[in-house]
């Protein structure tokens, strides 16, 4: 059996005008919770829908479940769930009509943790989906997905509408039934102080591509952010400094990997350091994306306001 | 399952049409089994009047056919993908072939249906009400009273016909006519992922194939198949039609033609992006 | 006693789960055979990975610091790491250096700082 649970190599999908993903490798391990994360537009959805077998790849390959994808498509789909980010389910069908549709589809569908996730989440499983507002239609969706029982769980911007306190429900879910019982789950949202919680790996993707793949840990202890003041500070980009944001004679870096030797080198040349403090996941996402952007500012790198904590 | 899902969605239409099937044949039948009883004429020769209940038939049951055809073509997997849901369909685990040969079917089973129960309907209807049209028809004169117009021999000999050959090619024409259009409207619909878009066209396509069959027919010297002529083939003043076969087989590749819609549809479906 | 965690500082989840473990272990909140919630409840508690909260009982568990029961519960230890009085030297090292750079860094002298170390101890005693 594969370590991954997804697994693509260079996958491809260009339109006419444009190259939504242009050469993505994927590693998501089993049992992982994978944070994906990118801007709109960086090609998050166009993965996920190629992924579930609506778009046909252009290029590269992809596996999910050590299946290939799309010619192992219905065994794929059969121990995947998802939710899309369209929220749409057949219109004229309430959620006891939905759940009558779909169990039959499923094996491995358990009508405890479909009561379950009705209860929890609050969902009115007696109205027809048009009726319902976008929380309601979110959570229905997230049902029809959680009760499935599925190894793999692939969620596209799964808390679109919903409440503070339903969204600490659906976390709450989330481990219990998922990453507890060692399934996968993929999730792409813009809600990074969520991501951050429960993820334990996390991937930028960025104009189609990876900007990077890692533990989200080991992403916490990489980036370093150390305040320091004095004469002849470096200025320099190198693969190490990610930015240097200059007032006058202070200067705050961004540092990805042995901070403490940065931080060693600074001294020797004779500067102080005044803070040395990690990034949050939110600052690390807004860093890498914008270093991708043209600087349009006198600072080199990212400008110290954009990074502010995630909320 | 996806089979109860397409019954949900179309059993309103089905309905309908139901009830103007049955309720319009209902009045053809009484209607004119009143008609005749009032007439001053005596009881028209058998064949006459079966002629005029085959073109009356032909005349309602036709045009009928394609709206239903139409009305029950014009929802499926492609309307899904269109509109809402066809995210959540496309990704349970079936074939894109699964879900237009299971629409397609529901379709058919329904149309079939339909017409099952008006015959039979009818029929009952006739046999009970037992009037000039009942005690005409030829399967009636072999069972019910004498009437004056089995005259035996050659009269036994059309009857014989009327029974086997004419009226089956009536109600066969009927089905055929829906289960074409139903076909063609279903492959619209998957092809522009729209109810509407798919009615329309395929309106358009049928005005375009009917007008041309007749237009030819009237000034040309060669004409189109039309499944309408069929069974009035031998009531025909013109005789049979250069293109003539023998109404079996016409019938039979018509609906071969019908198959040919469900087919394009799931390529057209397997190889599109949602 | 009650465990949080938060994520927006940037600190590793699992070092916030050992720290705030151990504080409470040496300030006396929890004792010598107390019962930890397990990995599966203190996830789904805090809603964060099970993983997390694996490789933070693993850590305190290699500390010595508490014991899982093959089967079931995971308790305090029942004394402070039996390690060397130099491997508990060692390991106390780098937070004393901690604590010396920030003394220095704003400039407070060298009784200031130890005072600081003395208050801190003081507040824990209070506790326990």
Known sequence: ?311 | MYFWKCWRDTRRAFSIYLILAVGGTLLWFMGMNHALQHASVGAPPEEALWFLVVSGGLAFGLPFAAVMGLGLGSRSVGTEVGGEGGDFLMTRPRSRKYFVWVGWTVGLAEIAILLAVTALVALAVLYYEGGPIWRHMPVATHFGPATQASTGGQAENISLLLTVVDIPLLLASVAVIAIVVHGLTYFMSVLTRSGRRAVTYSLILILVFWTSANLLDRWGHSSLPNIAKISLYRMSLQGPPPWYLAPQLQLIGWVLFALAFPVAAQLVLERSDI | MQLHVSPATGVPLYLQIESQLKHAIAAGALKQGDTLPSVRKLAADLRINPNTVARAYQNLERDGVIRTVPGGGTFVANNVPGLLKSEKLKRLKPFALQVAVEGTQLRLTRDEILKQVHVALDELGEKS
Not at chain 1, 122 to 150: V, Y
Not at chain 1, 201 to 229: F, M, P, Q
């Open chain 1, 1 to 311: 059996m594969s370590e991954f649970a997804i697994l693509t190599d260079g996958l491809m999908k260009h339109y006419s005008e444009t190259r939504a993903v242009d050469g993505l490798h994927l590693h998501v391990p089993r049992g992982s919770l994978y944070g994906f994360l990118g801007r709109n537009g960086a090609g998050k959805t166009t993965t996920i829908r190629t992924l579930m077998g609506l778009l046909r790849p252009t290029g590269g390959s992809a596996r999910m479940l050590d299946m290939r994808v799309p010619e192992e498509q219905i065994a794929i789909l059969q121990r995947t769930a998802y939710v899309s980010e369209k929220k749409a389910l057949p219109p004229s069908m309430t959620g006891e009509h939905l759940v009558r549709f779909n169990r039959p589809f499923y094996r491995s569908w358990s009508d405890a943790l479909a009561a379950k996730c009705a209860q929890r989440l609050e969902i009115p499983m007696d109205q027809q989906f048009k009726k319902l507002s976008l929380g309601n239609r979110t959570k229905l969706c997230l049902l029809m997905a959680l009760a499935q029982g599925a190894e793999l769980l692939i969620l596209d911007e799964p808390t679109l509408g919903l409440d503070p306190v339903i969204m600490d429900e659906l976390l709450k879910l989330l481990i219990e039934d998922y990453a507890v019982e060692g399934r996968t789950v993929f999730l792409s949202s813009h809600r990074l102080a969520e991501v951050e919680r429960v993820a334990d790996w996390v991937g930028i993707i960025d104009h189609g591509k990876l900007l990077l793949e890692a533990r989200l840990d080991d992403i916490r202890t990489e980036y370093c952010r150390i305040n320091a003041s004095g004469n002849a500070l470096p200025v320099n980009i190198g693969p190490q400094i990610l930015s240097a944001v200059f007032s006058g004679s202070l200067c705050e870096y961004v540092v990805r990997n042995d901070a403490d030797r940065f931080v060693a080198e600074l001294r020797s040349q004779g500067a102080t350091i005044l803070d040395v403090s990690p990034l949050n996941l939110g600052e690390v996402f807004l860093l890498l994306v914008r270093k991708e952007e043209p600087c349009t500012s006198g600072n080199v790198g990212a400008t110290p306001a954009a990074l502010s904590p995630s909320t």
